[in-house]
């Protein structure tokens, strides 16, 4: 058993001392976080862990400033929250990553919450810890267990919090210039991802197509490329929506930092352009039977002037036919200058019906 000695005063001197300054840190950082930009589900978990840790920090000074009669409760308020520091740390960790880590967080913060409980159950039993008569406090086998467990799977989570590039995620609202380029982000129509130098997907916002996707910090990449099939720019086709991607390499320090991909929805420009192809067809038809027309129309105006000439030549030929056919049988039975007279007219009809035929030729 650990043996806290709370007796010797230059020791709890400095110790209540130190605890007055956490405890004062740990007000203000919580006061700066309800004052920061943080999304409202991040701000309650940030909030609640830091209210965990001034519970657990106010606890353990009081346990050293409080009477004897009190000291008892006071441990319990201190061991408790010692206990209930990791869940805390868990599920804010967890929501960096979202999706089935909040399920994790939950698993691994059962043995956490069992030690708080016995905490709670007098101490459980000198399990936990137990306040001597000579004003000390010890802690047992099972507190030392939990704070170990708490402290391995914290550091675990914030190591794979660094890795992945989730961090800033969580960070984001302390950062007035990064939140605001955040803000602006989730305010677009258009859907954006980004992912670090290892193929993870640090950020994204929260459009229709990225809710559809299911994508959760942390995840790879990859299933950005298996949804675009590769390449720098595109469109694809996605619930009955159509989008336009492009994806840029994102750079930092003339070394490849990430990548970032776009999504555009032109579902509406694509539906505009087939409705136009589809007028233009139409058009293009109408103008094929238009000149259709016009073709028969000409057609038929040229055999229209055809007969019309025909016509009129027949009346003219047989007309001027008539009268020589007729002047010639008159000229059968005569002779001398009546013969000469009806050759002679006979002439003058030919030429004058050439000269009507030519007329209607022109």
């Known amino acids: 058993m650990f043996e806290f000695a709370a007796v010797y005063s230059m020791e709890k001197l400095v110790m209540v001392a130190a605890l007055t300054v956490a405890v004062m840190a740990m007000a203000a ?3 700066y976080t309800w004052c920061s930009g943080l999304a409202g589900r991040r701000k309650g978990l940030l909030l609640l862990l830091q209210a965990v840790a001034l519970v657990t920090l106010a606890g353990h000074f009081l346990v050293l400033v409080s009477p004897p009669g009190e000291m008892f409760f006071f441990a319990v ?3 408790a929250g010692a206990c209930l520091l990791g869940p805390a740390l868990f599920f804010y960790v967890a929501e960096g990553f979202g999706g ?9 913060s059962v043995v ?7 905490a709670l159950a007098s101490g459980g039993h000198g399990l936990v ?5 000579t004003l000390t406090v010890s802690y047992g086998s099972a507190f ?10 914290g550091v675990a989570a914030v190591v794979l919090l660094y890795r992945t590039g989730a961090w800033r995620v969580l960070l984001r609202g302390f950062r007035p210039v990064l939140a605001a380029r955040m803000d602006v982000l989730d305010s677009l129509n258009e859907s954006v991802v980004m992912g670090d130098g290892d193929g993870h997907v640090v950020y994204f916002n929260g459009t229709e197509l990225v809710r559809g996707l299911g994508l959760s910090t942390g995840d790879g990449v990859e299933r950005l490329e298996e949804l675009t099939g590769g390449g720098e720019c595109g469109e694809v086709v996605r619930e009955g929506r159509c989008y336009a991607w492009h994806r840029s390499g994102l750079q930092w320090g003339g070394q490849k930092a990430g990548v970032l991909y776009t999504f555009r929805d032109i579902t509406v420009y694509r539906e505009l352009i087939d409705r136009l192809n589809r007028k233009n067809e139409e058009l293009g038809t109408a103008l094929a039977r238009l000149r259709e027309y016009a073709e028969t129309s000409g057609k038929l105006a040229e055999e229209t002037e055809r007969n019309r000439i025909v016509l009129r030549v027949q009346e003219t030929v047989g007309g001027y036919l008539g009268d020589i056919i007729r002047n010639l049988e008159e000229a059968c ?11 002679t007219l006979c002439v003058s009809l030919a030429r004058t019906g050439i000269g009507k035929i030519r007329e209607s030729l022109l």
């Open 29 to 31: 950082l919580a006061a």
């Open 77 to 79: 308020i201190h061991t």
């Open 100 to 108: 089935n880590w909040r399920r994790v967080a939950a698993m691994l």
């Open 112 to 118: 956490p919450a069992a030690g708080a409980v016995m």
């Open 129 to 133: 810890f137990t306040v001597h008569e």
């Open 144 to 153: 030392f267990c939990i704070v170990g467990y708490n402290c391995v799977i």
């Open 333 to 343: 039975g005569l002779d001398g200058p009546e013969l000469e007279d009806k050759i």
